[in-house]
């Protein structure tokens, strides 16, 4: 069965809570705090989800993942909620639905009286194509402003990432130092199959931009390549 959805939010105010604590003991505008983490670098989304499923069921919360594209069941192990967007969505589709509808009704058959083809003037079967593109137009639009807005997507040269190659070929997965010792992070990353642990500082771990590029003899960069 699938699982229930949340109560239909009230307020635009409700919307954006929830949808930007989606996490259950993680801070989700910064899951890292202040602390350094210890990012470890996988070839692969199933040796990734395994260190993430791993480091979660140790009690780790302060969790982040970098993928270049989407990692089916990473969600689950992070503890996001179920998404609210798609409600909104839903309803703004209705209203183009019904707004395109009548309002082809009224250009046609009330304001502007045109026989064409020899077909009445109320012939709806021919409204139900450009209605449904409309509506999925109004839809998508929406869609597309909510996404950026609480997934924070809004393109930003400036972001530093713990490597460039986890938006190519590269999956990272960064826990905090604040609770436990680095070495056993490492420890936990490399039992799980990771080609490459980094100490990263909290700016990056956090996601939060940072106006200058990483540079190998950083000071708050520390790599470690395993065999």
């Known amino acids: 069965m699938s699982e229930p959805l949340p ?17 259950e003991g993680i801070d989700a505008t910064n899951p890292a705090g202040e602390s350094m983490s210890i990012a470890g670098f996988f070839a692969d989304e199933h040796s990734t989800l395994a260190a993430a499923t ?8 302060a969790i982040q993942v970098w993928s270049p594209y989407p990692v089916h069941g ?26 395109t509808f009548f309002g082809i009704h009224h250009l046609m058959v009330e304001d502007w009286t045109v026989i064409y083809g020899g077909k009445p003037y109320s ?34 040269p400036f972001v530093r990432l713990p490597d460039p190659r986890v938006t190519d070929d590269q999956f990272c997965v960064s826990l905090s130092t604040a609770r436990t010792p680095a070495s056993e992070l490492e420890a936990l990353l490399i039992a799980h199959g990771a080609v490459t642990t980094r100490q990263i500082s ?11 590029p990483l540079a190998d003899d950083s000071a708050v960069l520390k790599e470690t390549a395993h065999a």
Not at 74 to 99: T, Y
Request: aromatic share 12%; net charge positive; with cysteine.
């Open 123 to 156: 012939t709806w079967a021919l409204w139900v194509v450009p209605t449904l593109e409309a509506g999925l137009l109004f839809g998508a639009v929406l869609n597309l402003k909510m996404v950026l807005f609480t997934c924070r997507l809004i393109p930003d």
């Open 202 to 212: 909290a700016e990056v771990a956090s996601g939060l931009p940072v106006f200058q």
């Open 54 to 61: 791993a480091a979660r069921a140790a009690g780790h919360t």
């Open 7 to 23: 109560p239909f939010p009230k307020s635009f105010a409700e919307i954006k809570a929830h949808t930007f604590d989606l996490t």
């Open 74 to 99: 990473i969600d689950a192990v992070l503890g996001l909620q179920r998404s609210l967007i798609g409600r909104p969505v839903f309803a703004i589709c209705l209203v183009g639905f019904l707004f």
